[in-house]
């Protein structure tokens, strides 16, 4: 059993209350991984992407993010607070940003460049999909030191306190996020792109693993929403995955799908060739 490492939120002090947070450095972190993953991608001989474009991509994205991540958390998980208070929405400083408000505004950030750059949106898709676990992974190391979002009540000998939270011994659950929806998606987004792949696939496989790791961890997370819907085991962020975990399967079957008929083709047409070639040089 762990105890908690009980860690000052704000990094460099202004005032007692004010000053650069962990938390803000983690989005910095992010947003600059983003920039150089970026830049090496689009150096690739198929990126639809210029390496000069890629600030763009990263100014537009940030924005819809931090929009994005901030309506979306009022919205799907303080909605009661935001009526009550509607000026709430705009203190960015105080805690509280969802990903999929996030996931939301990249995708409007994304519809906007993509028509400006003239390319299809699974394109910009594809492309961005790999870089954004690293944001994901520093956002969770960030509601870590925050000591926020902590998990449910465990025995495992892993099992961290959380002092300002009880004496009872806890699922790490940050920790579980930072390495699935960080860590291993990353790799497994990096390697699966480093070649070629159908339009849409990289995209889609971005949905389906985020979906599954993220409505995993929630079995081990004190959810945000419990009994959702009068449905005991189901939390909010678990029905806010199952849209994604559908769009990534139906994304990945479109996109294999309807590219393996041209694939067989052109390979059928270069057997074809070949062979008349064969023949033409014989007689």
């Known amino acids: 059993m762990f105890t908690y490492p009980e860690i000052d939120p704000i990094l460099i002090h202004f005032t007692e209350t004010t000053g650069v947070r962990w938390y803000g450095l983690m989005y910095v972190i992010g947003f600059l991984a983003f920039l150089f993953l970026g830049k090496i991608r689009a150096r690739r001989p198929h990126s639809p992407v210029k390496p000069e474009q890629v600030d763009d991509i990263m100014f537009y994205g940030a924005i819809g993010v931090i929009a994005g991540g901030r309506i979306g958390e009022m919205f799907f998980y303080q909605f009661s607070e935001l009526i009550a208070d509607p000026m709430k929405l705009f203190r960015l400083w105080e805690p509280g940003m969802s990903f999929h408000g996030g996931l939301i505004g990249v995708l409007i950030a994304m519809l906007i460049l993509a028509r400006k ?48 939270v009880d004496a009872q011994a806890r699922h790490a659950s940050q920790l579980y996020e930072f390495i699935g929806e960080g860590v291993l998606l990353f790799l497994i987004l990096w390697f699966f792109s480093k070649k070629p792949r ?54 990945l079957v479109w996109a294999y799908k309807s590219n393996n008929s041209d694939i067989s083709n052109c390979t059928t047409k270069k057997v074809a060739n070949k062979a008349k070639s064969k023949k033409g040089a014989k007689a």
Do not use: C, K
Request: charged letters at 10%; hydrophobic letters at 50%.
């Open 117 to 164: 750059w003239n390319l299809r949106f699974l394109q910009l898709g594809d492309f961005i999909a790999p870089m954004v676990p690293i944001g994901l992974g520093a956002g969770r190391m960030g509601n870590f030191i925050n000591g926020e979002l902590w998990g449910r009540p465990t025995d495992v000998p892993w099992g961290m306190v959380f002092p300002h």
């Open 198 to 251: 159908p339009l849409g696939a990289v995209s889609g496989l971005f949905l389906l693993g985020y979906g599954i790791a993220r409505s995993t961890v929630e079995f081990f997370r004190v959810p945000d929403n419990s009994d959702f819907l009068g449905i005991e085991w189901l939390t909010q962020g678990q029905l806010l995955s199952i849209p994604m975990i559908i769009a990534g399967i139906g994304l």
